[in-house]
């Protein structure tokens, strides 16, 4: 994004900005998803299905690839980001290892963040930063895309949600997807 004369600025002081909320574990059974998870903060969905059938309901992986071809044209106007996985027996066997790295997210924040010290002077502070990473960084790193999405940088994808803090994880004030405001709370 590039800020020039026609950029819109949007005020607001004393809010929380974090960069987009990363949900890895999705069961892709209704389009009504897309609305609930980009008014709770959520613009990434990394996870398949088929619609609601009972193997979506079941598990989080879609069953061919040319299943996965059709709900990935089938998010194509919808304003989220996302990522399908399949099943292990659909890959080729030199991808499986991309396949298994999905479920070290838990593994990568211990190892990004260390234990939680209980006594530590600034433990909100910690927890508040370990509960952002979790959501946005965390899942970024073993999925192989935070090179794009995940944090607040320079050449990321322009996407934030702004938090009052009262709110904070519950309800976002906004959601910005690609520079432009997408969701907002109105009223």
Known sequence: MIIGISTEVIAREGMIVTARVIDCHVHF???QLAYEAM????????SSGTGPADGTHATTC????SHMKFMLQSADDLPLNFGSTGKGNIAKPDRLHEIIRTWQTAHEM????????????DNDNLRIKRCVA???ISPARPNGFSRFVGSIEVGKVADFVLWNPSFFRAKPEMVIKGGVIAWANMG
Do not use: E, F, M, N
Request: glycine share 10%; proline share 3%.
């Open 29 to 31: 059974i209704c389009p």
């Open 62 to 65: 879609t069953s061919a690839s």
């Open 39 to 46: 008014s709770s903060g959520i613009t990434t969905l990394v």
């Open 110 to 121: 211990k190892s990004q963040r260390g234990s939680l010290d209980a006594s530590g002077v």
């Open 134 to 136: 979790k959501y946005t």
